[in-house]
């Protein structure tokens, strides 16, 4: 057994022990009888006198078995042995009521060893083993689900969740999928086929007599933790769009309870949850919550229905272009509630623009932030993160007559509709069986939100005594029905409120069942006078399973050949989604100029768009090391820039010196074309030695390039690697390509129509090392492409080219690049961790088979003077590192311009705010202004 697993399981059986002779000694008053001699399970070589839980024999080989019981995130499985001892004193008191104890692996995070919980005195000391969860039983190449395929139909109006056609999504596997471990040592390999079904045939057994709780009948197993993301990657856990934000780190979570669960923990999807949980309070939360909801103490079983119809209500409404222009005499006045994230600051203020005028109220619901108590008047942030908006229903009902969770008509068009029907609510419902509905909402399952994550727990029932309906989460309700949610404390808003408290999204549900239910059904209109832009193809990619437990489907942006949809339809609309400026800006200025007329000629920025993803108060803890390392590099490109075209000889008034990390960084797109970073950052003025504000417009170069002399083959239109690869819109959300040595490149490839064909990818590394090849069948309608290699890390820094050939024909190329970091932590990287970070993975061999016979056929010599170089820069640190990185980084960005934020003793350096490019240039079309005479901003 290697050194490195048996301290640490000898580590967990002594501290075991040790809570054990805590657990006794708070019972000598009572002693307890001597527990039966039980088969138990240890670490190979651990001494007799260790005391463990009892462990059922057979599943002594589960737990040897690496794809089974054993977490991969432990490395290879220890060898174990079963002998046959005495409990310790007060074991025998879980066996005695009826429960079985077992060794618990449920609780294991990425990396951690087993811990026992804590016994705290005489109430929890029977308790100690029943609430330790077993280990699941193998399953066999993926996972299962009892849940029966259903048909294929078109069309949905849940707007976030589950549209009709997404029915063939295996919700069972909740846990984020991860590579196969490279290298795995010999412990850790996968048993033969046959030992494996002999193995899953001595647990079933063991699995038909155990009892099953109403948590433990979902179609999922548990699942092994995930894998952790280096701080050094690129990826991170931040907001949307910023790719480069830092993941917390891959240390392991600890596994103790500050309270042992009140019960046994046996269903799958709980001990999964556990496992995968990384805080001691996040797992505390689901101990107790599964506890309670098993103990009958959580969700309601019984609710009272209100409604006097029977069946469902739906008020017909009639679109009458007319009667929406007449103004009435007493018009309605709306709360709007906006709930945002992410950084799209200036796409939030050109809507808000948009919908403004002084007679309504406008709620900003802002996911995960803090804000001010007091906000100012007319003007409110929701403070509640929760996803049922309760907390805005109560700051709206002062002057309300409408709440609206938000492009829409014109503003007055909307209060003349909204004033004729000022007694109805509206809502979209699902419009299909309810049964089927609950399920693939999964209405009849358990979630709890900790951790940043929404975690699945198991079944449960739909409360008796009323019907569930829900639909979108994007409403229009009036004043009456929200006072009646908001204040009430009947049978049926206390319970729905209750039972919606442990739902995945809520919203979607929550106000539609309590409207069906209550005294208000008849108010009820089944239109939430919103377009949304579903495309089945391309928005069910379960791309959301890394926070949450679920897989479901999100609708597509709106692009310019969409427009014809807003001039098309036949019921009442208003409001449409989604839009994106980092995706299409084009069709949002199309819609703002068919509503509110085109603003005057030459008013700048109308093209062009700015997004945050970088700002001072954000602190560098928010970057990768990656992001952190281009950002620094791309500021002194930018000095090198001002030095060369601005200074003159003899003079320093034009040269500068870098100082601290850079202040701010945006996204730049002009024409809906990526243009590059701009990085505002501090530098020293050399004549003058003051502090100057700068910043630095970088441009990626363009680096496809279509082989010379071209082929035949036609198809291939574009290629490109990055990661963050987002399948529903088609484009990398790591905009820019800022890969460093721990990512994991995605390459991407763009076709046109044609015959079905087979290509062939070939990646190959800074120094011609052909790291991998594999082929791909593009059939005729294929538009896209993309694959990740399972390449070794850590990848050798440098320019990569990934080719691409048909029939071993080069086709084109494209290159990235792979850059060096000058940070690890966001500290000066150390000269241990270049070595080890920028000389590329073991041996040079970045999968398990040698491609190295393809280097004559492909014309890719390796140079041993190459080769020697690039293990001289791995082990370069400090301006010598720099050096290296600004060359490479200078190979593939160009620094396009330079200005200045405020003073300045350059006399040629222009001012930001009077360039087209800078993020401080004039943006009139998300500038709000001051309020017209007519009330309105826009």
């Known amino acids: 057994m290697p050194s490195n697993l048996l301290s640490p399981e000898r580590e967990v059986l002594a501290e075991f022990k040790t809570v054990a002779e805590a657990g006794a000694t708070a019972h000598l008053a009572n002693p307890l009888p001597a527990a039966p001699a039980l088969q138990v399970l240890v670490p190979a070589g651990a001494p007799d006198s260790v005391l463990v839980a009892p462990l059922p024999v057979q599943l002594s080989a589960v737990a040897r078995e690496c794809s089974g019981g054993w977490p991969k995130c432990l490395g290879p499985a220890p060898a174990w042995e079963t002998r046959r001892k005495h409990l310790a004193p007060g074991f025998g008191l879980a066996q005695r009521a009826g429960h079985s104890g077992y060794l618990g692996m ?170 995968r949980s990384k805080s001691k309070h996040c797992r505390q939360q689901i101990g107790e919550t599964y506890c309670r909801h098993k103990l009958g103490l959580l969700m309601p079983e019984r609710v009272t229905r209100f409604c006097p119809l029977e069946g469902k209500a739906n008020k017909n409404v009639q679109w009458d272009e007319d009667s929406v222009e007449y103004m009435p005499a007493n018009p309605v006045r709306i709360a709007f509630v906006l709930v945002v994230h992410g950084r799209a600051s200036r796409q939030l203020q050109r809507m808000f623009k948009a919908i403004y005028h002084k007679d309504h109220f406008y709620y900003i619901h802002v996911d995960k932030v803090r804000v001010l108590p007091s906000p100012q008047p007319g003007l409110a942030l929701c403070p509640s993160p929760h996803p049922v908006p309760i907390r805005c229903l109560e700051c709206t009902l002062w002057t309300l007559t409408f709440f609206l969770v938000c492009f829409h008509r014109t503003n007055d068009q909307l209060v003349a509709f909204l004033s004729r029907y000022r007694d109805m609510n509206f809502l979209k419902s699902h419009g299909r069986d309810n049964a089927r509905f609950i399920r ?17 727990l198991g079944d449960r029932r739909i409360p008796e ?79 959301y399973k890394h926070i949450v437990d679920w897989c479901g489907c999100s609708p597509n942006d709106f692009k310019p050949q969409d427009f014809h949809r807003f001039q098309q339809t036949a019921r009442p609309t208003f409001f449409a989604r ?149 399948a529903k819109e088609r484009l990398f959300r790591n905009f820019g390509g800022l890969l460093g040595p721990l990512d994991e490149p995605v390459g991407m490839q763009k076709w046109g129509k044609g015959p079905n064909v087979t290509v062939t990818v070939v990646w190959v590394d800074p120094v011609n090392i052909i790291a991998a090849t594999y082929d791909i069948l593009i059939e005729s309608t294929a538009e896209f492409t993309h694959y990740k290699p399972p390449l070794n890390l850590p990848l050798r820094p440098g320019v990569w080219t990934v080719k691409i050939l048909h029939h071993w024909v080069p086709v084109a190329e494209t290159r990235f690049l792979v850059a060096p970091l000058t940070f690890s932590n966001r500290q000066p990287i150390k000269p241990e961790e270049t070595l080890k970070l920028h000389n590329g993975p073991p041996r040079s061999a970045y999968m398990e088979q040698s491609f190295q016979s393809l280097n004559p056929v492909l014309s890719l010599p390796i140079s041993p003077a190459q080769v020697e170089q690039a293990g001289r820069n791995a082990a370069a640190t400090g301006t010598a590192l720099e050096g290296w990185l600004d060359s490479l980084v200078g190979s593939m960005w160009a620094a396009m311009d330079v200005c200045s934020t405020g003073p300045t003793a350059c006399p040629v350096m222009q001012s930001c705010s009077h360039t087209a490019w800078s993020s401080l240039s004039p943006d009139p079309k998300s500038e709000l202004g001051a309020v017209k005479p007519d009330g309105r901003l826009r």
């Open 106 to 275: 449920g609780n294991l995070g990425s990396g951690a060893s087993p811990t026992w919980p804590a016994l705290q005195g005489p109430d929890t000391l029977a308790q100690s083993l029943s609430h330790v969860p077993l280990l699941s039983r193998p399953l066999q190449d993926g996972y299962l689900s009892h849940r029966p395929k259903e048909k294929v139909r078109t069309d949905s109006n849940n707007e976030n969740s589950v549209p009709k056609d997404f029915e063939n999504v295996d919700n069972s596997n909740f846990a984020p999928r991860t590579q196969k471990q490279k290298n795995q040592p010999e412990l850790a390999k996968k048993p033969p086929s046959r030992q494996k079904e002999l193995l899953r045939r001595k647990a079933e057994p063991q699995e038909r007599g155990k009892g099953h709780s109403l948590l433990g009948r979902g179609p999922s197993d548990a699942v092994p933790p995930g894998e952790s993301t280096a701080a050094n990657s690129s990826r991170g856990k931040a907001a949307p769009r910023q790719p480069h934000a830092r993941k917390s780190g891959g240390s392991s979570p600890e596994s103790k309870y500050d309270q042992p669960p009140k019960c046994e923990i046996s269903g799958k999807e709980a001990i999964s949850a556990l496992s």
């Open 440 to 456: 693939k909402q999964g209405l009849d399952r358990l979630f709890l939100e900790c951790d940043a994550h929404m975690w699945r």
């Open 465 to 543: 005594g009323i019907a569930v309906d829900g639909g979108s989460d994007w409403f229009l309700l009036n004043r009456k029905f929200v006072e009646y949610v908001t204040f009430s404390t009947d049978d049926l808003v206390t319970k729905m409120k209750q039972f919606y408290s442990y739902t995945l999204l809520p919203a979607e549900s929550f106000f539609h069942t309590v409207l069906e239910n209550s005294p208000h059904c008849d108010t009820m209109v089944d239109n939430n006078l919103r377009i949304t832009n579903w495309n089945r193809k391309l928005g069910c990619k379960c791309q």
């Open 578 to 726: 989604k839009f994106e400026a980092v995706v299409n800006q084009e069709i949002i200025g199309q819609l703002d100029y068919y509503l509110y007329g085109n603003y005057p000629a030459g008013t700048p920025g109308l093209r062009s768009y700015w997004e945050n993803v970088y700002d001072e108060p954000d602190g560098v803890q928010s970057l990768s090391d990656v992001a952190l390392t281009l950002y620094h590099s791309f500021a002194r490109l930018g000095l090198r820039r001002a030095e060369a075209s601005l200074h003159t000889d003899g003079e320093n008034s034009c040269r500068y010196y870098p100082m601290g990390h850079p202040a701010s960084v945006h996204l730049y797109f002009l024409a809906d074309r990526f243009q590059g970073f701009l990085v505002k950052h501090h530098a020293t003025n050399l004549a003058v030695s003051k502090l100057e504000t700068l910043e630095t417009w970088v441009m990626p170069k363009k680096v496809f390039k279509v082989a010379s002399p071209p082929s035949d083959f036609g198809r291939l239109q574009f290629s490109e690697v990055g990661t963050d690869w987002d």
